[in-house]
């Protein structure tokens, strides 16, 4: 245990010693935030207005500061899910400097069994991921308080921080196996741009994945996170969704509110059928078991003892 936590430590002290990068990291995500407020927020607040306007009952019972919120709270869980994929990747990049210097080899010279250098690589970028972002989370939500009422319990805020957490576990166990297939920092780099340039697409930052025909959906949604992106929707959302139906006071039987669930993907859709938060929650957990079962496997057949 001494000599996984030591490499654990090790590990750790190594990406965080490029604070350069580590800070451009988050404040990219930042900037993103803010040039979507700036630019995005709009186009969301049209189609809310654009579907108030076709009912005539509501149309003057909802407040603007909420249809406001709702679009900013949309816009950080985009930014927030497109980090939890970026952010762990990012944090990843030990283990492929380690193969492409050949320090690995060292480091399994140790009578060090291989299933804990692996792991110890992973727990290293976990712990990286979620410290990096829960930053991230923070500042976002410290801007949003800042911009109107959120509308979330101190329940809601734990509950979205866990969720978080949950989603840079996820994406950390799976690119981990992606990272073993890697010896260079530059192939790695190449991927990282691949990964960023779609991330937004595939959960919904730009465009509602209920927009999507249900093949692409499915595609989307196999990846655990789109689900977990899903589920921080519901957690960040839910306060301003009950906000909003008690404004229409029940004159539309909550039928805007599930417009509004169905329009911005609050369930994911898998092979046709929807996902509850249950459902979604354990698809994910089981997907970290299995890709950390799979990092071990290719670490002990890429490794074997001679």
Request: proline share 1%; hydrophobic share 55%.
């Amino acid at each position: 245990m001494r000599s996984f936590l030591g490499l654990t430590k090790r590990n750790l002290l190594i990406f965080f010693k490029d604070k350069q990068s580590i800070s451009f990291s988050m404040l990219t995500s930042i900037i993103v935030f803010v040039l979507y407020m700036l630019f995005l927020k709009g186009t969301f607040e049209d189609a809310i207005y654009s579907a108030i306007d076709r009912m005539d009952v509501i149309k003057n019972l909802i407040h603007g500061a909420d249809i406001e919120m709702f679009a900013n709270m949309t816009l950080l869980v985009g930014v927030l899910g497109s980090a939890m994929i970026t952010v762990p990747y990012n944090c990843l990049s030990t283990i492929v400097r380690d193969r492409e210097n050949k320090v690995d080899c060292d480091i399994l010279a140790t009578p060090m069994q291989r299933w804990k250098v692996i792991i110890s690589y992973f727990l290293s970028a976990v712990i990286s991921s979620i410290i990096m972002t829960g930053i991230i989370i923070s500042i976002g939500l410290i801007i949003l308080a800042l911009n109107g009422n959120m509308y979330m319990s101190t329940a809601s805020i734990i509950s979205a921080y866990l969720v978080v957490a949950l989603g840079s576990v996820s994406s950390t166990a799976l690119f981990m196996i992606v990272a073993l297939l890697f010896r260079s920092s530059q192939a790695s780099g190449a991927f990282f741009g691949m990964i960023s340039a779609v991330a937004g697409f595939m959960i919904g930052a730009y465009i509602p994945i209920s927009e999507f025909s249900d093949v692409v959906q499915t595609i989307c949604n196999i990846f655990p996170a789109s689900q977990v992106t899903t589920i921080l929707r519901n957690v960040l959302l839910e306060g301003t969704l009950d906000a909003v139906n008690t404004s229409i006071g029940g004159l539309d039987n909550g039928m805007f509110v599930e417009g509004l669930k169905d329009i911005f993907s609050f369930e994911a859709k898998l092979f046709g059928a929807n996902l509850n938060l249950q459902q979604m929650l354990l698809y994910v957990i089981v997907g970290i078991v299995v890709c950390v079962i799979i990092q071990v496997v290719i670490f002990n057949k890429t490794y074997k003892k001679k």
